[in-house]
């Protein structure tokens, strides 16, 4: 059904404090869905948040463990120089 400014009566913005039809328990009630929803899309933003946050600190994570291998892999190859030398010193 529609109104005669054109818009839908289903879509119609109204303000619960001023509508003279609602009982206080309409109103109430009105309140708690809005809530809801504000809940909702509250969540659905923290959501996203923590996804990015998930994906930096994995990558923190990763980082720290790819320098640890590279780190390791370079003392080996310091030892093994160090090895060398001390053969050469024993040969002299």
Do not use: H
């Not at 990558?59 to 310091?78: D, K, M, N, P």
């Amino acid at each position: 059904p529609r109104e005669p400014g054109g818009e839908a009566a289903f879509a119609r913005r109204i303000d619960p404090a001023r509508e003279p039809g609602l009982s206080p328990e309409q109103r109430l009630l009105m309140a708690q869905v809005e809530r809801a929803q504000r809940q909702r899309a509250l969540q659905r933003r923290l959501r996203g948040r923590n996804a990015l946050l998930a994906l930096g600190i994995g990558a923190v994570a990763f980082g720290i463990y790819g320098y640890t291998f590279y780190s390791v892999s370079q003392e080996r190859f310091l030892d093994e120089l160090e090895q060398e030398a001390e053969a050469a010193r024993a040969r002299a």
